[in-house]
């Protein structure tokens, strides 16, 4: 399927591993002009070798303000923006203290949020725009266990609807994307301080990921073209919506 993108420019935050360079290889594949941001630069280096194509790179700490009005500057001009950048740790409310949980969020909340405000005016004075904000299902199925991700997650759910409710008018789409377990680094990282905190050997990690749907995290793909669809005009009419893509995880409300 033609999801119309070619020649569309993206900027993808967290752009250099997991789901975020998934993204480039699927709106690459489709065409479209690539931005790229992350810390680590030569991580950016390899996922441009590794995508190919036409890829800008901006290696920058989106927690710092000024970087981020300096990448929203550069990438004024941007179609798309997908928001997936962070890396909020683990654990439950005794574990993560303010500063942890303070410096996780200015990754993954306010720097979504922030981004967002700075592009959004400039997509309004064009008249068009797409924002598609990788959230996370936590923000539905709430965790005593990763509670700085599922509070965050679910601030972010409330701002891609509040925002992409009205933002049609402006001829701006907001969606959301909820993946569950994803077959990253990040999530072996996750269910190894899972497995410690349930088993007390954070090595026994795996057998919690065999209780996932179908016995594993979904592939970074299955995310990623769902993220190039709702992009495209071929999911036009969608916005203030969350997609959920966890294997159906959400839906199991059995108290058993």
Do not use: Q
Request: glycine residues 12%; charged residues 25%.
């Amino acid at each position: 399927m033609d999801l119309g993108l070619k020649g569309k420019s993206v900027l993808i935050t967290g752009g250099s591993k997991g789901i975020g360079l998934a993204c480039a290889g699927s709106f690459a594949a489709e065409g479209a002009r690539l931005h790229l941001a992350a810390r680590d630069g030569d991580r950016l280096n390899r996922a441009k070798s590794d995508v190919g194509g036409d890829v800008i790179l901006h290696p920058c700490d989106l927690r710092d303000p000024d970087a981020l009005r300096k990448l929203a500057t550069e990438c004024a001009d941007v179609d798309i923006l997908v928001n997936n950048a962070g890396d909020i740790p683990g654990g439950t409310i005794e574990m993560i203290d303010d500063a942890k949980w303070r410096h996780a969020w200015e990754l993954k909340v306010f720097g979504y949020i922030d981004l967002s405000r700075l592009l959004y005016a400039r997509m309004k004075a064009r008249g068009h725009g797409v924002i598609i904000n990788d959230i996370g299902a936590a923000g539905e199925r709430l965790d005593f266990d990763y509670i700085a991700g599922s509070t965050g997650n679910a601030a972010l759910m409330a701002f891609t609807r509040a925002l992409g409710g009205r933002s049609v008018d402006d001829g701006i789409r907001v969606v959301g994307i909820n993946p569950g377990p994803v077959d990253t680094d990040r999530i072996v990282t996750l269910m190894r301080t899972r497995a410690k905190a349930v088993f007390g050997d954070e090595e026994r990690y795996r057998e919690l990921m065999a209780k996932f749907p179908c016995g594993r995290a979904a592939r970074v793909r299955e995310i990623a073209d769902a993220v190039a669809f709702l992009a495209s005009d071929r999911s036009a009419y969608t916005s203030g919506v969350i997609y959920t893509i966890d294997g159906g995880l959400c839906a199991r409300t059995s108290v058993l």
